[in-house]
């Protein structure tokens, strides 16, 4: 039976999902710690990561094959973890791979940039387990250097998170809370724009939160066009055939 038909086997997917990212997150701690040789952390973070998205590529795919839902309020939130899944956490996990511990225009030198790099690696470790530690870390390192695009960017995700999750819940604020998120992806823009990571969320957030199909086309076309990681390429490749069939409905209908 096929995955897009077989909810057992979706499942299963998705405790290998949590497996694999609580995984990764352990391996960013051990790190950190110290309690893991370079060479070992990127032989399994690679293993662990290209597992990883092509467990995402399949549960993705089974759930557009699954019946329609009735419509929710939970079917937004939902799909911005789809979001999540499909980009977020893989790329945010390939970061220093990707981009790099620093961001744009850091000079820092000595204690300072020591302190800046801890807090950095912190907070990517704190990116799936706790969102809101994740937050408050990305918020130090902003206090040092506030155009630091990477925390600029993660921050804005962990807010759209928080947000999204408050907003399914009906708590008052969440939308807000996406909104304050939207503003780092557009600093993080303005900043360096050939840095795929924040296009590539505001183009998440703006078509799986808000259904703005409009708005996210410039961004997810700017993802591509930065060249975000390999391992997320065929996924937000996805994302924008969506949003281009999403556009070609409204012009037709």
């Known amino acids: 039976m096929s995955v897009g038909i077989d909810p057992d086997r979706l499942a299963r997917l998705e405790e290998e999902r949590r497996f694999l990212l609580r995984s990764l997150d352990d391996l960013e701690r051990e790190r ?44 937004r939130l939902a799909a911005v973890w789809v979001g999540v899944a499909a980009f977020g956490v893989v790329a945010g996990l390939l970061l220093a791979q990707a ?34 530690a994740a937050i408050d870390t990305y918020d130090e390192v902003l206090k040092i250097q506030p155009d630091n695009v990477e925390a600029l960017t993660y921050r804005g995700w962990m807010l759209v998170q928080v947000g999204a999750a408050a907003d399914d819940r009906g708590v008052p604020g969440g939308e807000e809370l996406v909104a304050r998120g939207e503003e780092g992806f557009d600093r993080a823009i303005a900043l360096r724009s ?3 990571d ?38 937000v490749q996805n994302l924008q055939a969506e949003v281009d069939a999403a556009l070609a409905t409204t012009t037709t209908g």
């Open 194 to 196: 050939d840095y795929a």
């Open 198 to 235: 924040p296009s590539c969320f505001k183009a998440i957030t703006r078509f799986r939160f808000y259904g703005d199909a409009a708005g996210a086309k410039g961004p997810v076309d700017a993802c591509l066009a930065a060249d975000p990681p390999q391992v997320v390429l065929g996924l």
């Open 99 to 132: 981009f790099g511990q620093r961001g744009a225009g850091d000079t820092l030198t000595g204690d300072i940039d020591t302190s800046l790099n801890t807090l950095l690696v912190e907070a990517r470790g704190l990116q799936v387990s706790d969102p809101r």
């Open 32 to 75: 950190a710690a110290g309690d893991l040789e370079d060479a070992d952390y990127e032989e399994l973070r690679d293993g662990y990561t290209a597992r990883a998205a092509a467990v995402l590529r399949e549960i993705e795919t089974g759930r557009a094959a699954l019946p329609p839902a009735k419509p929710r309020r939970t079917g």
